[in-house]
Every structure is written in C-alpha cells, then in structure tokens.
C-alpha cells in the first residue's frame, strides 16, 4: 500500500515560519518527482514546490524566495519550509508523488492544515 503523511501543520501568525514534512511508504521514494500542493477554499488545488532531487526544483512565484523544498531519500522524507509566512499562505497542503511530470495518476496524501493569522 502507498502511503504519503503530511504533517508539520499549525496555526502561525504572519512572518513566523513553518516545515512541512511528507512521509512517503510503498514506493521507490528516490525514483519519484515530488511535490508540494496546496488548496485554500472555493480555489483550486496549486502546485507550490515541486523538487526532483537537488537543485532540480522550481517554485510558484507567490512563495518563490522565502520557501525552500528539500528531500531525504535514506527516510522517504520530503520538505518545504515557509518563512516569512502571510495570511495568503492559508491552505491545506497536500504532499504529492509522480513517477513523471506526465504522470496522470500521481499518489497524494491526505493533507496538513496550515493557518496564517493573528
């Protein structure tokens, strides 16, 4: 069975910081382009991070410069840390798993709630 576990979700106040982590189970993790997603409501599901391994990554522009992604291939673990948080960083974020970019039927998890306000 495949597994992905968000977690590292909260309530912030805006500028604090947060780090997300995605546990991954049942696949080949380093063989995986991994993602970052997130949904707030009435809007649609957006892709804010995604990393291949490296430097091989790229960002949405709205967190572009104050996020970064990494994974740890030995604990089938990926992150994002957010700086510098806003109120419009509000979403739920979903950790998500391709075996490609073309990949029509990616793995997801079930999401972490991340909240921004004071």
């Known amino acids: 069975q495949v597994q992905l576990v968000e977690s590292g979700g909260g309530l912030v106040q805006p500028g604090e910081s947060l780090r997300l982590s995605c546990v991954a189970s049942?696949?080949?993790?380093?063989?995986?382009?991994m993602g970052w997603y997130r949904q707030a409501p009435g809007k649609q599901r957006e892709l804010v991070a995604q990393?291949?391994?490296?430097?091989?990554?790229n960002y949405a522009d709205s967190v572009k410069g104050r996020s970064a992604i990494s994974r740890d291939n030995a604990k089938n673990t990926m992150y994002l840390e957010m700086n510098s948080l806003k109120p419009e960083d509000t979403a739920v974020y979903y950790c998500n798993a391709k075996i490609r970019i073309s990949d029509i039927r990616p793995y997801w998890g079930q999401g972490t709630q991340v909240t921004v306000s004071s």
């Open positions: 049942g696949i080949t993790f380093s063989a995986y382009i």
């Open positions: 990393i291949i391994s490296g430097r091989n990554t």
